[in-house]
């Protein structure tokens, strides 16, 4: 059973992973531009490769909206980097999700069925918007792999949050 969801409105503490290729993506706490940030299931899951490569097509439109784009996985590093380089995501792609940050950002986690499927427990996805501040204006959390917002709605509705300073919704 998953920890409380995280409260919209909320701020999120920074939290970083290593980063495909080196370095480290930190997301959450103060930051210039929003976040679009993505949990997902890792590399033995080909409903997320469809789902990041939709992302990744799309990761114009959405840094030319203003956000940073952070995807992450409780995967290896060996697996995150043969994903990106497979795939060629052009997006900051993070590993090494551990289970105290899947249960702060309120992700559901899963055993896996077999070591066909992976080696450790993962998370189930998530995708979170951000604000520059770090307070969290949208949540989608899901209990499987298929279940996730369409992005074009999302990134459309975002834009009209941002021109219009909406507040988050479902704070009650």
């Given at each position: 059973?998953?920890?409380p969801?995280?409260?919209?409105d909320?701020?999120i503490?920074?939290?970083?992973f290593?980063?495909?290729?080196?370095?480290?993506?930190?997301?959450?706490?103060?930051?210039?531009?929003?976040?679009?940030?993505?949990?997902?299931?890792?590399?033995?899951?080909p409903?997320?490769k469809?789902?990041?490569?939709i992302?990744?097509?799309?990761?114009?439109?959405?840094?030319?909206?203003?956000?940073?784009?952070?995807?992450?996985?409780?995967?290896?590093?060996?697996?995150?980097?043969?994903?990106?380089?497979?795939?060629?995501?052009?997006?900051?792609?993070?590993?090494?999700?551990?289970?105290?940050?899947?249960n702060?950002?309120?992700?559901?986690?899963?055993?896996?069925?077999?070591?066909?499927?992976?080696?450790?427990?993962?998370?189930?996805?998530?995708?979170?918007?951000?604000?520059?501040?770090?307070?969290?204006?949208?949540?989608?959390i899901?209990?499987?792999?298929?279940?996730?917002?369409?992005?074009?709605?999302?990134?459309?509705?975002?834009?009209?949050?941002?021109?219009?300073d909406?507040?988050?919704?479902?704070?009650?």
């Amino acid at each position: 059973m998953p920890t409380p969801k995280p409260v919209a409105d909320s701020i999120i503490a920074p939290m970083s992973f290593p980063r495909a290729g080196g370095g480290e993506i930190t997301v959450g706490g103060q930051k210039y531009n929003w976040t679009l940030l993505v949990v997902y299931r890792g590399k033995h899951c080909p409903r997320c490769k469809r789902y990041l490569t939709i992302l990744d097509g799309m990761r114009n439109d959405w840094t030319a909206a203003g956000f940073d784009i952070a995807v992450v996985s409780a995967d290896t590093q060996e697996k995150a980097q043969a994903d990106q380089e497979e795939f060629g995501w052009g997006f900051d792609l993070g590993y090494d999700l551990n289970e105290a940050q899947m249960n702060l950002l309120g992700l559901y986690v899963t055993e896996p069925l077999s070591a066909n499927e992976t080696d450790r427990r993962f998370a189930e996805p998530g995708t979170y918007v951000l604000r520059p501040n770090g307070s969290l204006i949208a949540v989608s959390i899901s209990n499987g792999p298929a279940v996730r917002p369409d992005l074009s709605e999302l990134l459309d509705g975002m834009i009209f949050n941002k021109k219009n300073d909406r507040p988050a919704r479902g704070t009650v």
